[in-house]
């Protein structure tokens, strides 16, 4: 944690304070430009409008920025409040900085993995599904849009996989659907669709009973996999 005078700009700091910005304590006087120093270059103005802010506001006040300590990247936020006087003037600001280093390399390290799983479905022509058979809910993933060519702001359900389905296929699915027995094996085939753009094409399909891993609901999972080019050539 912090606090800024803001009649000098002083500042003092705790001990974990020290420890994340990665300063030895001393008997030197901290000032507002102890924090700026070690601020990322890019999110030094954004420190400032924010410090700006809570004087203006005279409340609390919430930001993410980076530190650069040792050479290294630090995601930190912070939590502001403003101090009054008597006469509700701000003479200074308390604030607690916290690292948030690991959950932001962690969520940016997901995001990277989505990434590259929505390119490896693109050039396989490959999507995955999940259907939630407690509360009917359906999940597609960016494979899936891309097989159907739809908008990824679609509302995904069954009556929307039906009207892509080739209308001879239709009952093949529909008996499908009827003879599954809950917790049966793998099961796999075949069916065409009339994708958004008017294509048909010819899509394998690999599926399985689960048990979402946040909830515990039965689900299907599964897997599509455009073979029309496959399909064409035999």
Not at 61 to 88: P, T, W
Not at 133 to 144: A, N, P
Request: glycine share 4%; charged share 25%; proline share 1%.
């Amino acid at each position: 944690s912090w606090y800024l005078h803001l009649k000098d700009y002083s500042m003092d700091w705790s001990i974990g304070m020290y420890a994340i910005c990665g300063i030895k304590k001393s008997g030197e006087r901290l000032h507002f430009d102890s924090i700026l120093k070690i601020t990322h270059p890019d999110d030094q103005e954004v420190v400032k409008e924010h410090l700006n802010l809570i004087v203006k506001v005279r409340n609390e006040d919430l930001c993410e920025f980076r530190l650069v300590v040792n050479n290294l990247i630090k995601h930190v936020k912070c939590f502001n409040r403003a101090i009054l006087d008597s006469d509700g003037k701000v003479i200074a600001i308390f604030g607690s900085l916290i690292d948030i280093t690991d959950q932001v390399l962690a969520q940016e390290e997901i995001i990277l993995n989505e990434m590259r799983l929505n390119e490896a479905q693109e050039l396989s022509k490959t999507g995955s599904f999940e259907y939630n058979m407690e509360t009917h809910e359906i999940f597609w993933s960016h494979g899936m849009y891309l097989i159907f060519e739809l908008d990824h702001k679609v509302n995904v359900s069954w009556e929307l996989f039906n009207q892509h389905l080739y209308p001879e296929d239709r009952i093949k699915i529909e008996e499908l659907n009827k003879n599954l027995v809950l917790g049966s094996d793998p099961w796999s085939y075949t069916f065409r669709l009339i994708s958004a753009t008017g294509k048909l094409k010819h899509i394998e399909v690999f599926n399985k009973f689960s048990n979402s891993a946040l909830t515990g609901a039965v689900t299907i999972v599964g897997s599509y996999v455009d073979i029309t080019e496959r399909m064409e050539i035999e």
